[in-house]
């Protein structure tokens, strides 16, 4: 009877024992739990652990923050290999200037002075007046004094393949004339160029007949006189 009696307490004893473990193991993973939650908190709010995790000499308050700090990262980012970086592109506008030939008049100017009054240029028909002159006059320092522009529409062409016509159109384009500003140091020859003979000159030549170039002298001596005649009637 006194040993079952024993045998009894001894089984309640252990019993408590094991349910007051429990307790205090329980009681310490709530308290761990607390603290984890308070840390991750501060890590994620305050700025100055932020700033903790980065710049050297602060003096954490827990060594496992500063040994192991707290990374964010989703599923996404490490099932997905990441794509490597790449600059944004970089586009720049479509501005052509294509010279072009230019006429015999302005060739004898360049050959003589080194300087053409005139030059035609062929760009994209959505340059502007302004665009062109700041092209000519930052990229090859020349002096432009007006621009003239002119649009052209593209040229049709058909094309005819297999009892098929197929129109299309070339490109529209823009004509340019840019005028130049003088130089200083360059100066223009005041005498006119040769002009062409006239037909009846052309004709009297061919019949042996020498042109008047100047008036006689009796119509030149009347020519002021009628002149002034002119003007006191009016």
Request: glycine share 4%; aromatic share 8%; with cysteine.
């Amino acid at each position: 009877m006194f040993r079952a009696a024993e045998h009894l307490l001894i089984k309640d004893a252990c019993k408590a024992s094991a349910w007051l473990d429990f307790n205090e193991h329980l009681r310490t993973a709530s308290q761990l739990v607390i603290e984890t939650a308070s840390c991750s908190s501060s890590c994620l709010t305050s700025p100055k652990s932020y700033q903790s995790r980065t710049y050297k000499g602060y003096a954490y308050e827990d060594q496992r923050q500063a040994n192991d700090p707290v990374k964010f990262a989703s599923a996404e980012s490490t099932i997905m290999p990441r794509a490597p970086f790449r600059r944004a592109p970089i586009y720049f506008p479509d501005v052509r200037l294509q010279m072009l030939k230019p006429s015999p008049e302005v060739l004898k100017q360049i050959k003589e002075t080194g300087w053409a009054r005139e030059v035609a240029f062929r760009t994209t028909p959505n340059m502007t007046k302004l665009e062109i002159k700041g092209i000519l006059e930052s990229l090859y320092g020349m002096k432009v004094e007006r621009v003239s522009t002119i649009n052209y529409l593209g040229r049709r062409h058909v094309t005819v393949d297999q009892l098929k016509r197929t129109q299309w159109r070339e490109d529209d384009w823009k004509k340019a004339y840019v005028i130049f500003k003088r130089p200083a140091d360059v100066q223009l020859q005041s005498s006119k160029p040769a002009q062409r003979p006239s037909m009846l000159e052309q004709l009297m030549r061919a019949k042996g007949v020498e042109p008047r170039t100047q008036a006689p002298a009796g119509v030149a001596a009347l020519a002021p006189a009628a002149g002034l005649q002119r003007s006191g009637q009016q």
